[in-house]
């Protein structure tokens, strides 16, 4: 699966200090799922670590548009 970070994403990737082997993972283990406007989709996944990041993708035909990505309060 090829995976595309939005200008945003990249942002936030930087901003929050993520990695993108987290977002793999939780792309692969999601533990909830929720579709969104615009046929995003909102998954979360719980990290080694005990933290929940939260990743908004949309699915393209061969790859994923990671459009944003958070850590859950």
């Known amino acids: 699966m090829k995976i595309i970070l939005s200008n945003h994403a990249k942002c936030r990737l930087l ?5 993108i082997p987290q977002i793999k993972y939780v792309l692969k283990n ?13 998954i979360k996944g719980i990290l080694d670590d005990g933290r929940i990041l939260v990743v ?13 990505c958070y850590y859950e309060n």
């Open 15 to 19: 901003d929050r200090g993520f990695e």
């Open 30 to 42: 999601y533990i909830k799922i929720k579709n969104q406007s615009c046929g995003n989709i909102k």
């Open 56 to 68: 908004i993708y949309n699915d393209l035909k061969n790859k994923i548009m990671v459009i944003t």
